[in-house]
């Protein structure tokens, strides 16, 4: 099938979901689709950058993650200098990962095209495909929660209906099914309008989210009196000398691993950055700046809550904001807080979980899979994993979960080690779209055996340790993966004979491929 009979058969709303692109005649149709293919016009602005950041960070995980990093035990000060560097890190990463994606206009699938082939690129895109629906389940049923809350603070009589022991089915109750269809179809309503429906809903949402955080954090402290603000919310013995310092070290890492997803598919979003350096300005007001504002307003509010509404059933400083605004006395404030918390995960879950696998997924079959197609396979699957069962079984949601995050850290540092070393920041975008044995990433029949080999092999380490190693050698696992991943593909690409990476290697010792280069690289500099 030709693309003119492709766009014959595409209803006209549906085309242009993620953007309007450019298809060439010679782009083969089995790597190509109006959603994957260049940008035609790359729009975004540094805001538009920067709210992606404010809605992947304003989550009731989100909150839950910053403010348990003040309870290790360390000082705050000592936590402080951790979010600091941790969130600089992860800074100094997503502009690494940005910049191949932001340059050719393409997908993190397409991108990975360029060190795995344009057939072998099925491979990490299934992988953070996996991934991002797991997770895309587990944030909706969270946030379904507070419909539950809402429904039994307006309606008392109906809290046997959340009880999931009476009248439950498949481990959920009759009104968590009701609170988790209403996230699931307002997430896919949002989605479903396409990308520059995602961008006018977190441009919103993001400062929007903060304006109640801010009133809630007023709120709190005001009742609770600024002498019960604290900024340590761990509750046994400090820790001290090494201890402390491990700690730290681990908690640094935690940061960075928290990011690890939407850094390793932020090229989804950096290819509509206008300019490279649109997007590091975006990155830098989202992260480093809006990260520890978040974190520092997360622990006021938290340990203010802990007087106002005192502790969980547990005996513990409750840090769900979710739970946390639901025991406050003010109706209005609990609803409004509920309710944008329900917003602000919404938010996570379509920049995190729904827009990856939307591209990944279409990347498999371009043909078939469209990007709207790609998003409700995602959220369709969501459901079929039983979010909550996984969620509630802490040993199941371990080894799920910390497996397959375990292969991120190698998908990453392959992607790193080719676009800055290999190929030296220069990537040819028609290359991406064809299956032709000269072209640059054709590989062995679309397939790069070093990319292949290479995100095996790292993936050993990491996983060993999530199945053998410690809680807090587990915190590690992103850095063994990326570093592991980095060194063999790198390596490899560097000693392996040529005849064994191209299907179509000259008898002089050189790639078709690289003369396009070169040429183009000369007629650059000519113009120039």
């Avoid at 936590?79 to 560097?85: A, D, E, G, R, W």
Wanted: hydrophobic share 50%.
């Amino acid at each position: 099938m030709t693309h003119a009979e492709i766009q014959d058969v595409i209803p006209e709303g549906a085309k242009h979901a993620a953007g309007e692109s450019v298809i060439k005649p010679d782009y083969d149709p089995s790597l190509t689709n109006e959603d994957l293919a260049p940008l035609k016009e790359q729009k975004w602005t540094w805001y538009n950058i920067f709210a992606f950041w404010m809605s992947d960070i304003h989550s009731v995980g989100g909150y839950v993650f910053a403010g348990s990093l003040f309870a290790l035990g360390i000082a705050a000060w000592q936590v402080l200098i951790v979010l600091v560097l941790g969130i600089i890190a992860v800074n100094f990463l997503a502009n690494l990962v940005a910049k191949p994606s932001q340059q050719a206009g393409v997908p993190y699938p397409v991108t990975t095209r360029i060190c795995f082939g344009v057939k072998g690129a099925n491979i990490p895109a299934i992988i953070r495909g996996m991934i991002a629906v797991v997770w895309y389940g587990i944030q909706t049923y969270l946030a379904s929660t507070a419909f539950g809350l809402l429904a039994i603070k307006f309606w008392p009589s109906l809290a046997e209906y959340g009880d999931s022991g009476t009248h439950s089915f498949l481990g959920l109750s009759p009104l968590g099914w009701a609170g988790f269809a209403i996230m699931w179809v307002l997430q896919a309503a949002v989605f479903w309008n396409g990308m520059d429906t995602i961008r006018r809903f977190i441009d919103f949402c993001g400062p929007a989210v903060y304006v109640v955080m801010v009133a809630l954090a007023v709120y709190l402290i005001v009742k609770a009196g600024w002498s019960n603000v604290h900024f340590d919310l761990s509750e046994g013995p400090a820790l001290s000398g090494w201890s402390s310092i491990t700690m730290m070290i681990s908690a640094f890492a935690l940061v960075v691993s928290y990011f690890s997803g939407p850094m390793l598919n932020f090229g989804d979003f950096s290819r509509y950055g206008k300019t490279f350096k649109e997007v590091k300005k975006g990155n830098f007001w989202g992260l480093p700046v809006n990260f520890l504002f978040f974190s520092i307003l997360v622990v006021c509010t938290v340990s203010a809550g802990a007087t106002v509404i005192g502790k969980g059933d547990d005996g513990k400083i409750i840090t769900d904001p979710v739970h946390i605004v639901d025991k406050i006395d003010n109706t209005t404030a609990a609803v409004l807080g509920v309710l944008t918390f329900a917003v602000a995960t919404i938010g996570i879950n379509i920049v995190a979980n729904f827009v990856s696998p939307a591209f990944d997924f279409s990347n498999v079959a371009p043909t078939k899979i469209s990007w709207r197609v790609g998003g409700m396979i995602a959220a369709v699957g969501s459901v079929l994993i039983t979010p909550w069962n996984l969620f509630n079984n802490a040993t199941a949601i371990h080894y799920t979960m910390d497996t397959l995050g375990a292969v991120i850290g190698p998908l990453f540092g392959i992607l790193i080690a080719d676009f800055y070393l290999v190929r030296k920041q220069k990537i040819v975008v028609d290359d991406l779209f064809t299956t032709k044995p000269e072209g640059r990433y054709a590989y062995r029949n679309g397939w790069n055996p070093v990319a292949v080999a290479a995100v095996i092999l790292a993936s050993i380490p990491p996983i060993a340790v999530v199945i053998w190693g410690t809680a807090y050698a587990a915190s590690f696992t992103w850095f063994i993966g990326a570093a592991c991943g980095f060194v063999f593909y790198y390596l490899g690409m560097k000693y392996t004979p040529k005849e064994r990476l191209y299907s179509d290697y000259t008898a002089d010792g050189s790639h078709h491929a690289d003369e396009i280069v070169e040429a183009i690289e000369e007629k650059v500099a000519a113009t120039a």
